[in-house]
């Protein structure tokens, strides 16, 4: 790369990585240099959608870190997603390499991962429980108290646990995606106590955001604004129709330029 400065090719192929995950791919074969630079733009972001994918990478990270490597690639990962229901032991070991996640989406059992021994967590500020994950009852044990934001996609039945993990961690923003295939405002109503119980006393709460099924039905779309309109007299609720995809979801959050969960419930506040 002679005669150019290391600093502005490092910009370059930073930039580069940043901008597309196959490109990033490409150039971390071009030298131990370059891949040290391109690494962190590959391991920032990981879903694991599989159980061949969850054994490939944590043989990817578990793997003896080259000589010019200052951090191994467990460290770099900032967020990840796990809706692989198993295997839960190499789930857990992923969860002890990745020290450093501050997002992170359950879709397997916690109740089951919970259950193995010496179960570790990374202390991730954000916390998205999905499908499997909320399957059994969520008891507050099973959340980290450095939880700040949390969402979880659970039937109406099951948002009696609700008060109770508000008290227990101080959430500033927290989400909830009903299963229910009830109408949005029938939907809503049954849950109103909850909701008012989850407003009531916790000043710290900034978004109370309740995610219903009904994408792309104009009808639902009606019903949620003339439920937005009258709301609790809290500023704070905001309903949403649940988008195709809550992982696609996670994934435009992390984006500077995306949408995603929490931006749009901030902006209808």
């Known amino acids: 790369f002679h005669p150019f400065p290391a600093e ?4 370059i192929f930073e930039f580069a990585a940043q901008d597309n995950r196959a490109t990033a791919l490409t150039l971390s074969e071009v030298s131990c240099f370059v891949r040290e630079w391109t ?28 000589p010019s490597a200052r951090v191994s690639p467990g460290e770099l990962v900032q967020n990840l997603c796990i809706t692989a229901i198993g295997p ?20 397997f059992s916690i109740t089951a991962y919970h259950g193995l021994a010496n179960a570790v967590t990374p202390l991730a500020r954000e916390q998205h429980l999905l499908g499997f994950a909320c399957r059994d009852p969520i008891v507050p044990s099973m959340l980290l108290s450095c939880t700040r934001r949390l969402h979880l996609q659970i039937a109406t039945r099951s948002l009696e646990c609700i008060p109770a993990l508000i008290v227990s961690i101080p959430l500033t923003h927290l989400a909830i995606s009903l299963t229910s295939a ?12 909850t909701l008012q119980a989850v407003l009531t006393g916790n000043n710290g709460l900034r978004v109370l955001l309740i995610q219903v099924p009904g994408f792309g039905n104009e009808k639902v779309a009606e019903e949620i604004e003339a439920w937005n309109s009258k709301n609790l007299g809290d500023d704070r609720l905001v309903v949403q129709v649940s988008p195709m995809s809550l992982v696609c979801q996670w994934n435009n959050t992390l984006r500077p330029q995306g949408g995603g969960l929490w931006r749009h419930a901030e902006k209808k506040i």
Do not use: M, W
Request: glycine fraction near 4%.
């Open 88 to 107: 839960l032991d190499s789930i857990q070991r992923i969860l002890r390499l990745c020290v450093n996640v501050q997002s992170l989406v359950y879709g």
């Open 39 to 66: 690494l962190p733009a590959i391991y920032h972001t990981v879903t694991l959608s599989a159980a061949q994918t969850v054994s490939r990478f944590l043989a990817a990270i578990s793997s003896p870190r080259g």
């Open 8 to 11: 502005l090719l490092r910009d």
């Open 182 to 193: 009830a109408a949005p405002n029938t939907a809503v109503e049954a849950i109103v106590p």
